[in-house]
């Protein structure tokens, strides 16, 4: 396997590996990661698509990758990853799936010409006091120290970050910022999440410091990411006659451990009761979805909260049998056990069906949200919040069925352990109808009538005990590798995988760990797109430079006498040179 970039490995066909129609794989998980995987062993890898077969604990596929109606609750968020145009192996893989609605178009055919029609931008990121804009929103209010940290935190080599939590290296400065609030509200950080992966995240998304606060560069699908992405690619795979096989739990897969190297020899599991053993040998493929966020998810309704209380999922179960085997297949412990109790863990799916509603989002976003466009093109962030709510509205009809009179916001509380401002009870004790009102109170609802618009709400709330395990701080190891070092047929996917570079809580890392594991154990002679290099790229390092000072220019910046003196000999030294050009271009001079 080896990492590309550029049109000549992007549109090349690999040639077919040697005796991959002899070969079967064994696919733990349909979520996002496991269907791409699939997806990967027939286009590059060229498997027969009945040799592939799908294991899923639920009846239904997509994992994480959220948007049902219930008949009985109604409609159903959990959360929405959001996307960006260098999502390098997502939109290698969605050139090749069909729309449902037309098998001429393609899903990134739709998505892109949706995204240049309507595309994401918001007027207001943070609100406060019931429903005024943030007097500065806008600016990220950085200090020179909070500066200076970030700096000082990307410098720093990752294998000395082991276990390092983001409030271990930033103070107060940093975290009074609006920075800190547009990012962990966009991105779901806590202060106590991984300064390793903060690391990353400021490296990958370095582009996009200048659309924090307006998010234009964030695109959306038509739909929920359910029906936009995951059903196109159930069909496809159905098409290719793969086999899924729901309702049935993988408990373990055994690896035989001899001469330095690792082969899985047999997958237990348990269907419909039965508990089965599947002999294999070195050509069977195995593929598997190691943990997951959306684990022993809870629903509440209308006038019940989400219970808390959960066994542990499925998934955990099976990496930790896993990881008992041998070190190199990682530290299940260290993600879904000792979760902080305030962190977030409960998102409210709330389903409007008159328009009362509409005159207070038109006045904090300055769109109908019947429209049809993106509404809040991501979150809109409520800073006095005890809840930390934020809003996000999707493009309307967020689902193929839902009725020209219905509204659906979802909402989301990343401080589980506080009172509300309206509703003096913690987020994970409130009912459907309670978090309504409190999101009422917050967007500018007079009090009088808050009751009265939220009798006519539908609202699902759902607790997730493992949706921020992604952040938990984390050492080298923790994670296995893709393949680990040794493994003949066994390779791990999704955000608990390891691989270079990219971010975890992403659509992208998911696709891109499924694409390593199939090109590395069929050996496609095909590169794999690197990881967008904008860290790597002068002009958006300078960019972000212009932005994280609020748009200040070199010379207006918080200098000591002496920083400006060698600034000032600098600029005489690169007058009239492509170095002043560039920082001209990035607004720096």
Avoid at 200 to 211: A, D, I, P, S
Wanted: glycine share 6%; aromatic share 12%.
């Amino acid at each position: 396997m080896y990492y590309s970039n550029g049109n000549y490995e992007a549109f090349a066909k690999p040639k077919k590996p040697k005796n991959v129609e002899n070969k079967s794989a064994y696919i733990v998980g349909s979520g996002l990661a496991g269907l791409a995987s699939a997806i990967f062993l027939i286009r590059d890898g060229q498997m027969p698509g009945e040799n592939i077969h799908i294991f899923e604990e639920l009846s239904l596929a997509g994992g994480s990758m959220d948007g049902i109606y219930n008949e009985s609750r109604g409609y159903i968020i959990r959360g929405g990853r959001e996307m960006e145009a260098h999502f390098e192996t997502l939109w290698d893989l969605f050139r090749s799936i069909p729309t449902l609605e037309n098998p001429e178009i393609s899903v990134l055919d739709e998505f892109y010409w949706l995204n240049k029609e309507d595309p994401s931008y918001s007027k207001t990121r943070v609100i406060e006091k019931c429903g005024k804009q943030l007097e500065n929103d806008g600016e990220l209010t950085l200090s020179r120290k909070a500066i200076d940290e970030m700096l000082k935190l990307v410098l720093t080599s990752e294998s000395q970050l082991d276990d390092v939590k983001i409030n271990e290296v930033f103070s107060d400065e940093f975290f009074e910022s609006n920075f800190w609030l547009y990012w962990s509200t966009m991105f779901a950080f806590e202060p106590w999440a991984s300064a390793m992966e903060m690391r990353r995240y400021l490296l990958r998304f370095v582009q996009h410091v200048g659309t924090l606060k307006d998010m234009s560069a964030l695109k959306f699908t038509k739909f929920n990411q359910y029906e936009s992405l995951v059903k196109p690619m159930i069909h496809y795979l159905e098409g290719h006659n793969v086999h899924f096989q729901y309702d049935t739990v993988v408990d373990n897969i055994i690896v035989n451990r001899s001469d330095s190297q690792k082969i899985a020899t047999e997958i237990q599991l348990t269907e419909s009761g039965q508990t089965k053993v599947l002999p294999l040998t070195i050509d069977d493929l195995v593929i598997v979805t190691n943990g997951s966020i959306t684990e022993s998810t809870t629903y509440g309704d209308t006038e019940h909260p989400a219970p808390q209380e959960h066994e542990v999922g499925k998934s955990w179960q099976l990496w930790e049998n896993i990881a008992k085997q041998d070190k190199s297949f990682g530290r299940p412990w260290k993600f879904y056990r000792n979760v902080p109790v305030a962190n977030w863990v409960n998102s409210t799916t709330l389903t409007f069906s008159d328009d009362q509603v509409v005159p207070f989002l038109e006045s904090i976003t300055g769109k109908d949200p019947h429209s049809g466009s993106l509404v809040t093109s991501g979150p809109i962030t409520i800073r006095d919040s005890n809840w930390l709510l934020g809003i996000s509205i999707s493009r309307q009809p967020h689902f193929e069925q839902q009725k020209d009179n219905e509204l659906i916001v979802w909402l989301y509380g990343l401080f589980s352990d506080l009172p509300g401002n309206y509703i003096p009870k913690k987020i994970t004790d409130c009912t459907g109808r309670e978090i309504c009102e409190e999101f009422l109170y917050h967007i500018g609802v007079p009090k009088n009538k808050i009751s009265e618009i939220a009798a006519t709400v539908k609202a699902v709330p759902t607790n997730m005990p493992y949706i921020t395990s992604y952040f938990m701080p984390r050492a080298a190891g923790d994670r296995p590798k893709v393949v680990p070092d040794g493994s003949a047929n066994l390779a791990f996917v999704g955000n608990f995988a390891e691989t270079e570079r990219d971010t975890v809580f992403t659509t992208e890392y998911s696709v891109r760990t499924a694409m390593e594991a199939v090109y590395q154990l069929l050996d496609v002679d095909r590169g794999i797109p690197e990881v967008f290099d904008s860290s790597f790229d002068m002009r958006m390092i300078l960019n972000a430079i212009y932005y994280l000072n609020d748009k200040k220019g070199l010379r207006d910046l918080p200098l000591t006498k002496v920083e400006k003196f060698g600034l000032e000999a600098f600029l005489k030294k690169i007058k009239g040179t492509y170095i002043e050009e560039i920082l001209v271009d990035q607004h720096l001079l």
